[in-house]
């Protein structure tokens, strides 16, 4: 079967596209940047990229006419700039008015569990995607879930960061929400399982799992899984606002998407029994086994996708190829090298900065660097890393975007998504005479830009020459 994967760069997609090619379909996949996925690690000619703007209706006409079947799961609930809404709607009835010009007989929508009477603009926005691409020849199959609950998922790690993080917790009423958390295997089975299914076509089914709980259950059942006493104290006087700072502050999640899961955690969200599960043989994994299967992939280093890799900004909109060619003209530069004896270590070294590993140098001052970007709206540090050792074209790192990462060309391009007056590069670099070049770039913006990089250039000095000896295994006198 031909399949079209949309959001292939999101959470599900990057989970659900190893089962079809494992299973011999043949998927063309849709980014808004073809430069900012790594087809390599793919061993198949079954796959193969095409760009797609789906807020742009004439990117869409590369889209082959002879797919079977479309996979819809583009979602802008944590963008952090425009109408959210109005950015779904626009995708939705472009990517209608495309498919249903091509042989395409069902498309497979993921979307939200709104079964409440009052919805959340979050959960209001996901039901009018699925009028939109209901209104078409074509046959919608809408599967809609509540938590999704699994190694880099947006609500695991907001848990994981407040479980970990706070032994006693002041909470919001939401936490008294009941909600009905999913597995990401289960949605993937589902996923997988309707396809091609014509009893499941113009239908809409909600998937969840076995537990009803309410997301303070849902916390401390976390904390006992993880061998952690954490305490929670309701504060009813607590506004969605305020809400939304503490889970901006406390977790790594950005302050529109805080909000926006805020909003949607006052709503309950319970399935209407349906008999899809039974249909597909799909057993059900409880809350409890889904928090330990999640951890056996964290300490395995396998965490196949992460939700602080979806590109959430338009800073990358026009591209990543607009960023991959570093400026030198209006620029200020740090570059500094050394000889590495082994430079096969120090790749491996370089591909392991950031996250737990840290910077090689000064971590307290990159931490609180971290700590003002979050004071000023920015990402922070506490993104950390998808894995411990692998990084690839699109990754989250830090405050920093993975621009390329290429270990034949021994090379690895970072940019900046924190809060600066400017833009800033940061680049890694063997050559063939193992000389190991490090280079900080940055384009100020207007007179705020260069007063700030004269500002931090003594603290350059020496994170960057101790960082730059400690990769490269050179011993200070």
């Known amino acids: 079967m031909k399949i079209l994967l949309t959001g292939v760069?999101?959470?599900?997609?990057?989970?659900?596209?190893?089962?079809?090619?494992?299973?011999?379909?043949?998927?063309?996949?849709?980014?808004?940047?073809?430069?900012?996925?790594?087809?390599?690690?793919?061993?198949?000619?079954?796959?193969?990229?095409?760009?797609?703007?789906?807020?742009?209706?004439?990117?869409?006409?590369?889209?082959?006419?002879?797919?079977?079947?479309?996979?819809?799961?583009?979602?802008?609930?944590?963008?952090?700039?425009?109408?959210?809404?109005?950015?779904?709607?626009?995708?939705?009835?472009?990517?209608?008015?495309?498919?249903?010009?091509?042989?395409?007989?069902?498309?497979?929508?993921?979307?939200g569990i709104s079964n409440a009477n009052s919805l959340s603009k979050h959960l209001s926005s996901r039901k009018n995607v699925e009028n939109i691409l209901s209104s078409s020849d074509f046959s919608l199959t809408t599967l809609k879930a509540g938590i999704i609950v699994g190694s880099g998922s947006a609500s695991f790690e907001i848990i994981r960061d407040l479980v970990e993080k706070l032994p006693f917790m002041i909470t919001p009423r939401w936490v008294k929400t009941k909600c009905q958390p999913i597995s990401i295997r289960n949605v993937v089975e589902f996923l997988f399982g309707v396809m091609g299914k014509t009893e499941t076509y113009k239908n809409s089914y909600d998937i969840g799992g076995p537990d009803v709980l309410s997301y303070k259950e849902m916390l401390l059942r976390f904390a006992k899984v993880r061998g952690l006493k954490r305490r929670i104290v309701i504060v009813p006087a607590m506004t969605p606002k305020i809400s939304s700072y503490w889970l901006y502050f406390v977790t790594s999640t950005s302050f529109a998407l805080a909000k926006n899961l805020v909003n949607s955690m006052k709503i309950e969200v319970i399935c209407k029994p349906n008999n899809l599960a039974s249909m597909l043989e799909i057993k059900l994994i409880d809350y409890d086994t889904s928090i330990k299967l999640a951890f056996d992939k964290i300490e395995q280093n396998q965490v196949l996708s992460s939700w602080k890799d979806a590109q959430s900004s338009n800073i990358f909109r026009g591209g990543f190829s607009k960023y991959i060619e570093v400026p030198i003209n209006g620029c200020f530069k740090d570059v500094r090298s050394r000889k590495v004896d082994n430079s096969d270590v120090s790749i491996n070294r370089i591909w392991s900065i950031g996250g737990k590993t840290g910077w090689y140098y000064g971590n307290r001052l990159w931490e609180f660097r971290g700590f003002l970007d979050k004071i000023a709206g920015g990402v922070g540090m506490r993104r950390g890393r998808k894995s411990d050792t692998e990084l690839n074209t699109g990754d989250a790192l830090d405050f920093w975007r993975v621009l390329i990462a290429d270990k034949d060309q021994k090379r690895l391009l970072l940019y900046a998504e924190m809060k600066l007056p400017g833009e800033a590069w940061l680049e890694f670099k063997i050559d063939k005479n193992d000389i190991l070049t490090q280079t900080a770039t940055f384009r100020p913006l207007g007179l705020l830009g260069r007063l700030y990089w004269y500002s931090v250039l003594p603290f350059h000095g020496l994170i960057f020459n101790r960082m730059i000896n400690n990769i490269a295994e050179i011993k200070i006198k």
């Open 9 to 111: 760069t999101g959470y599900i997609a990057q989970r659900l596209l190893p089962v079809l090619l494992e299973n011999k379909h043949e998927v063309v996949c849709c980014v808004r940047d073809s430069s900012r996925f790594n087809i390599k690690k793919y061993s198949t000619s079954n796959i193969s990229v095409i760009d797609v703007d789906f807020l742009n209706s004439e990117s869409l006409q590369n889209i082959p006419n002879d797919i079977d079947l479309a996979y819809y799961l583009i979602h802008s609930m944590s963008t952090q700039s425009g109408d959210f809404e109005n950015m779904e709607d626009i995708c939705a009835t472009n990517f209608r008015n495309r498919i249903k010009q091509t042989s395409a007989k069902q498309v497979i929508f993921l979307s």
